[in-house]
């Protein structure tokens, strides 16, 4: 990392490698070194907003979602890693129901409601928003897709049973 000049995509590639690791105390201050000598860097916005998840830093990284999801607005999973987060985020500073629909929904467009992870999402944000017969609908959905593929979700079955009786999900802190 010794160079005459920063450069935006060696701090993200140290930063990303360190991360993969599980060593996000160290990756996160390049991959933040990265976003200043390149805030259009999605893949680093990306890479911090996961980074800052695992650390339990859930605002900072629904804020690197976003952006990553305003560079790249067609990128499923950057859609459902934000979408996921302000539905079911242990805090409410965190939430945003009514940006966690408008993601799942665009997520499940993309995807012509073939996914079942971006029908999940979608189910969650429905919760998050109070809309719980929709969310029933979606997580049924998912749950029906995933059966003719031949996989079953029981983390899913739990959720519907929760928006089938008027609750929200929430990730555990």
Same mark, same amino acid.
């Given at each position: 990392?010794?160079?005459?000049?920063?450069?935006?995509?060696?701090?993200?590639?140290?930063?990303?490698?360190?991360?993969?690791?599980?060593?996000?105390?160290?990756? !996160?201050?390049?991959?933040?070194?990265? !976003?200043?000598?390149?805030?259009?860097?999605?893949?680093?916005?990306?890479?911090?907003?996961?980074?800052?998840?695992?650390?339990?830093?859930?605002?900072?990284?629904?804020?690197?979602?976003?952006?990553? !999801?305003?560079?790249?607005?067609?990128?499923?999973?950057?859609?459902?890693?934000?979408?996921?987060?302000?539905?079911?985020?242990?805090?409410?500073?965190?939430?945003?129901?009514?940006?966690?629909?408008?993601?799942?929904?665009?997520?499940?467009?993309?995807?012509?409601?073939?996914?079942?992870?971006?029908?999940?999402?979608?189910?969650?944000?429905?919760?998050?928003?109070?809309?719980?017969?929709?969310?029933?609908?979606?997580?049924?959905?998912?749950?029906?897709?995933?059966?003719?593929?031949?996989?079953?979700?029981?983390?899913?079955?739990?959720?519907?049973?929760?928006?089938?009786?008027?609750?929200?999900?929430?990730?555990?802190?």
């Amino acid at each position: 990392m010794r160079l005459k000049e920063p450069v935006a995509k060696a701090h993200l590639n140290l930063g990303s490698i360190l991360c993969s690791e599980q060593r996000f105390e160290e990756g !996160v201050p390049h991959l933040e070194r990265a !976003v200043a000598l390149d805030p259009d860097l999605s893949t680093a916005h990306a890479n911090l907003g996961e980074a800052y998840g695992a650390l339990g830093r859930r605002a900072q990284a629904a804020t690197h979602f976003a952006l990553a !999801v305003e560079e790249e607005p067609d990128n499923l999973f950057l859609l459902n890693r934000l979408g996921w987060l302000l539905a079911t985020s242990p805090e409410d500073d965190v939430r945003d129901a009514a940006r966690a629909v408008e993601v799942g929904e665009r997520a499940v467009r993309l995807t012509s409601r073939q996914d079942p992870l971006s029908l999940d999402t979608l189910a969650a944000a429905y919760a998050e928003a109070g809309r719980f017969n929709e969310a029933a609908a979606t997580a049924h959905e998912a749950l029906e897709l995933e059966a003719r593929r031949g996989t079953v979700d029981r983390a899913l079955a739990d959720r519907l049973s929760l928006y089938t009786s008027g609750q929200k999900f929430r990730e555990s802190r």
